[in-house]
């Protein structure tokens, strides 16, 4: 038996990401955004609404950086999500956030996040609340990589979000591989 929940943006796993965009006068400032993924190859898709600082940042500098939040920051990944860059002119500071001006985009990375997808924006419709990012480039620290040189998940420690219950989730183990495991069933 199933129960009908109608209507909810329920979606899992639901990537938790932090996007950051310089202002006007190079100053840095982030958000924490639930509604994003892929959208193509080499873009990205965020649903932000144009209230938001980090909307003007980004729409000012055509520019932005989305980070992955994880379980080490999970405080200040909140913060940037409850506090907004309109209110509180140092939300990026007060979060203990530091900042690299990107190599390949107008764009800060966020030194204590270790996963960033640089990207040059592409288009923003207000009505729809849908920003979408060219990737540039995606960089990583060298402290979350395995040893074949990739991002090691369990290094990383991204979190999701959890919305039916508004709680932050740790994602898991490993329990299969991807276009392979399937291919018993030919």
């Given at each position: 038996?199933?129960?009908?929940?109608?209507?909810?943006?329920?979606?899992?796993?639901?990537?938790?990401?932090?996007?950051?965009?310089?202002d006007k006068d190079g100053k840095p400032n982030a958000m924490n955004v639930a509604?994003?993924?892929?959208?193509?190859?080499?873009?990205?898709?965020?649903?932000?609404?144009?209230?938001?600082?980090?909307?003007?940042?980004?729409?000012?500098?055509?520019?932005?950086?989305?980070?992955?939040?994880?379980?080490?920051?999970?405080?200040?990944?909140?913060?940037?999500?409850?506090?907004?860059?309109?209110?509180?002119?140092?939300?990026?500071?007060?979060?203990?956030?530091?900042?690299?001006?990107?190599?390949?985009?107008?764009?800060?990375?966020?030194?204590?996040?270790?996963?960033?997808?640089?990207?040059?924006?592409?288009?923003?419709?207000?009505?729809?609340?849908?920003?979408?990012?060219?990737?540039?480039?995606?960089?990583?620290?060298?402290?979350?990589?395995?040893?074949?040189?990739?991002?090691?998940?369990?290094?990383?420690?991204?979190?999701?979000?959890?919305?039916?219950?508004?709680?932050?989730?740790?994602?898991?183990?490993?329990?299969?591989?991807?276009?392979?495991?399937?291919?018993?069933?030919?």
């Amino acid at each position: 038996m199933r129960k009908n929940f109608g209507k909810k943006p329920w979606c899992y796993p639901q990537p938790v990401f932090i996007l950051a965009a310089y202002d006007k006068d190079g100053k840095p400032n982030a958000m924490n955004v639930a509604w994003g993924g892929m959208y193509y190859d080499d873009q990205i898709m965020m649903c932000i609404s144009a209230n938001h600082k980090t909307t003007e940042n980004i729409l000012e500098s055509k520019a932005f950086t989305v980070s992955m939040a994880d379980k080490d920051h999970l405080v200040a990944c909140d913060y940037v999500g409850v506090v907004s860059g309109n209110k509180e002119p140092d939300k990026f500071k007060k979060a203990g956030f530091t900042s690299t001006k990107s190599e390949f985009v107008n764009a800060p990375l966020i030194n204590e996040l270790p996963m960033t997808i640089e990207c040059k924006l592409i288009s923003y419709d207000p009505e729809m609340c849908t920003l979408i990012g060219e990737i540039v480039n995606i960089s990583a620290d060298e402290s979350i990589l395995n040893e074949k040189g990739k991002i090691d998940p369990s290094k990383l420690k991204p979190i999701t979000f959890d919305p039916a219950n508004n709680a932050y989730l740790e994602i898991g183990e490993k329990v299969g591989n991807a276009f392979k495991d399937g291919l018993a069933l030919r």
